[in-house]
Every structure is written in C-alpha cells, then in structure tokens.
C-alpha cells in the first residue's frame, strides 16, 4: 500500500469527491460532487495543511483522509483535524483504516503538530484502539459526534 497526496495523483480526484459525496455530502444542504471536488482543490498541497492524502494497493484507489485546518464549526479553537477518512467498502474490514489512521497521525508529526482531532459518530472504538481520546461531544451535520485527540 502507497499514500500519496492528491496533488501527486490527480487522476484519482474525480473517485474521492464521488466517495466523499455520497458519504457525508449528501446529507449538507446546497452540497454536490461540484462542490465537493471544489473543496478538495482547496486541499491541494504537497508540503501544508489542508492536503488530502489518497492510499493505492497497486493502481486501485482504496482509501483517502484529509489533514484540515478546522472541522466543526463550533469548535475552531481546536485545529488541526484528520477529517474525511474514508475506506472503499470491498477493502474495508483489512487494516486500511488503521493504516490511513496512522498514516494521518506520522504525516501531522511531520508538520510539527503536537495533536490532531477528529470527529467520529460511528467509529469511537476503532480510534479509541489507536490511542485516541474521547474530549468533547457535540451536534454536527444533524447529529451528535464525538471529538477525539491524540498527541503526536
């Protein structure tokens, strides 16, 4: 398994804003793909936050995170976050999510970033297991989620 960022495969743009889209876009008001691949050529970047950051086994795109400056509204007091983390459902359930969470937490060490936050409604277990910690609970997006950190 590869990760590059974005902007190193671009060709793969198109896949992430469908997959980003129909997971948590389309439950935002007034979003589409359009806006979803405009918000990603936002986070087009190599060497600074926000970048996106996308995983290949061989040539088969299987799973992407961005690394943002704020997630939820409410809470900009808190930066940066790994958001977006997403795993293509036939190559779930097979380390990619672990090795994206890592992933995302050594490439925010790099950056010299001494924490990273998240926001999670379904998968608390799971980052829990990787040494995050539940900080804070809130609405987002119409539902409750809770905030986690981890030190890097």
Known sequence: MELFALKQKPEYLDQVAEWLYLEWGIK?????RATVC?????FNNID????????????????TFN??????????DLSPW??????????????????LVNAAV????????KKL???????E????????????EVDFRDERVLIMEIST
């Open 125 to 136: 277990k799971m980052y829990a297991k990787l040494g995050w910690e539940v900080i804070d």
């Open 82 to 99: 790994l958001g977006s983390l997403y795993v293509e459902p036939t190559y779930r359930n097979r380390g990619i999510g672990t090795f």
């Open 48 to 63: 600074k936050i926000p970048i996106n950051y996308v995983a290949l086994n061989g040539e088969k795109l299987v799973g």
């Open 117 to 123: 936050y998240l926001c999670t409604s379904t998968q």
């Open 67 to 76: 690394l943002m400056l704020f997630d939820p509204p409410t809470r900009r």
């Open 28 to 32: 935002t008001a007034g979003s589409s």
């Open 38 to 42: 405009e918000k990603l050529e936002t």
């Open 106 to 113: 050594a490439k925010a060490k790099n950056f010299k970033i």
